[in-house]
């Protein structure tokens, strides 16, 4: 009953607004797609094309601090909506590009639709208005960016070979300001000041609620601490890992004999594939601890880097979507997440937003050096084994991170007379 009872009025809204946000950002899926297209158009070699488009994970590292300052100010409507307008225009203007500096210098645009668009913005204001059912509703929210993925990766596919890379950037562009642009601005509040979404929750007195950690943990003396630094390289080995094979799994599966229409289908049955994945984890970090749904998110990643090595194997290349496309795809839940429990959500945009400087060497290098070590050896076993021992790093260092102690289930009659009766410890 704790589910309805969040999940409705304002709070329902912010959650649909949330997922229009992460639709947005789904749309980057896009690149991944057209990439044969504009590299046979072309002619550029795979790690000039990767150079010239990794000033987007770089803005994208720097911005996501300045992001999170700014959501803690303004809040995330202003963020998420002038990150739209941006999303569309750059993708117009992407849409008429001849050289490489031009995807380098729109790429930089992008960095910042990453950021604005990305996990911190939508994040904070949703974890602000839910709270038992947190997990939830972050899953729901960030599915957006798979379902999102999967929209762009198949028609992407159909409509660049019926009409060509540029038509289809142009009409992603139009979409993207027509559609989710007036339910960003139309959804997306902050609560008021006090609010407290226990009192929203339609729970029976006997029913109990999650009380909230006790004592936010103030930005300073989160990073600080060595729980930060853990999260942080854990992350740059993710974004390592799974940046650089977005960029080159359709590149890779193509190698392997695919088509290129077969090759953008595998990849959009992975980025599918976390739409249910983080509904599920966000479900499992409801009922169980934030760290166990984080080590069993990375316990698969590392799983899924394996299952890489082995994909000339026949049967092994439908394994490693499910696995890749489920392990990746939760992260997105299980960070934001484990941030909120371990640091609480009164500086979490900036806690996490500061976190996403691991994009910056992880996110930029990582396409970078396989599509260069590929350049160098024609093919990317190398570049394979070693993202399965930096996730494997990854999982190792997380083992470490410490879970506060939260106060158990209460009667929610209990929860009322202490706040009445100023009983409080």
Not at 8 to 15: M, P, Y
Not at 98 to 104: E, G, R, S, Y
Not at 202 to 223: H, K, N, Q, T, Y
Request: glycine share 12%; hydrophobic share 50%.
């Amino acid at each position: 009953m704790g589910t309805t009872g969040e999940f409705r009025g304002q709070a329902l809204k912010v959650v649909l607004g949330g997922v229009a946000a992460q639709l947005g950002l789904g749309c980057m899926y896009l690149a991944q797609t057209l990439t044969p297209a504009m590299l046979a158009e072309f002619g550029w070699s795979r790690g000039d094309y990767m150079t010239a488009g990794s000033p987007r994970t770089f803005v994208a590292a720097l911005a996501s601090p300045v992001v999170g300052v700014l959501t803690q100010r303004f809040g995330a409507r202003p963020v998420v909506v002038i990150s739209l307008v941006v999303l569309g225009s750059t993708y117009a203007l992407t849409s008429q590009i001849d050289a490489l500096w031009q995807v380098f210098a729109l790429s930089i645009f992008t960095g910042i639709v990453v950021a604005g668009v990305g996990d911190i913005a939508v994040g904070t204001v949703v974890s602000k208005w839910v709270q038992r059912s947190r997990g939830l509703a972050l899953g729901i929210v960030y599915s957006g960016s798979n379902l999102g993925g999967l929209i762009v990766s198949v028609l992407g596919a159909w409509w660049v070979v019926e009409y060509g890379w540029r038509s289809t950037y142009l009409f992603v562009g139009f979409g993207v300001v027509a559609l989710l642009l007036p339910v960003a601005w139309w959804s997306i509040r902050e609560p008021p000041a006090h609010f407290d979404p226990i009192e929203v929750e339609s729970l029976d007195p006997s029913d109990g609620i999650r009380a909230a950690a006790a004592g936010d943990v103030e930005f300073s003396e989160a990073i600080r601490s060595r729980d930060f630094w853990v999260l942080g390289i854990a992350l740059f080995f993710f974004f390592f890992y799974y940046i650089g094979i977005s960029a080159n799994l359709v590149l890779f599966l193509t190698d392997q004999g695919l088509s290129i229409g077969q090759a953008s289908a595998s990849f959009g049955v992975t980025v599918f594939l976390g739409v249910t994945s983080k509904v599920g984890i966000g479900v499992f970090a409801d009922r169980w601890p934030a760290k166990a749904a984080l080590l069993v998110n990375f316990a698969l990643v590392v799983l899924a880097s394996l299952m890489l090595l082995a994909i000339p194997l026949e049967g092994t290349l439908p394994l490693f979507i499910v696995v890749h496309g489920v392990s990746t795809a939760a992260q997105n839940v299980v960070y934001p997440l484990f941030v909120a429990e371990r640091f609480g959500t009164r500086s979490m945009a900036r806690i996490y937003g500061t976190l996403m400087l691991a994009l910056l060497p992880g996110g930029v290098l990582g396409p970078i050096f396989a599509g260069y070590l590929f350049d160098v050896r024609g093919s990317y076993t190398l570049v394979f084994q070693i993202f399965a021992l930096l996730n494997l790093l990854g999982f190792v260092v997380l083992c470490s991170v410490r879970s506060r102690e939260r106060t158990p289930l209460r009667p929610r009659g209990e929860v009322r007379s202490q706040r009445s009766g100023g009983g409080s410890a």
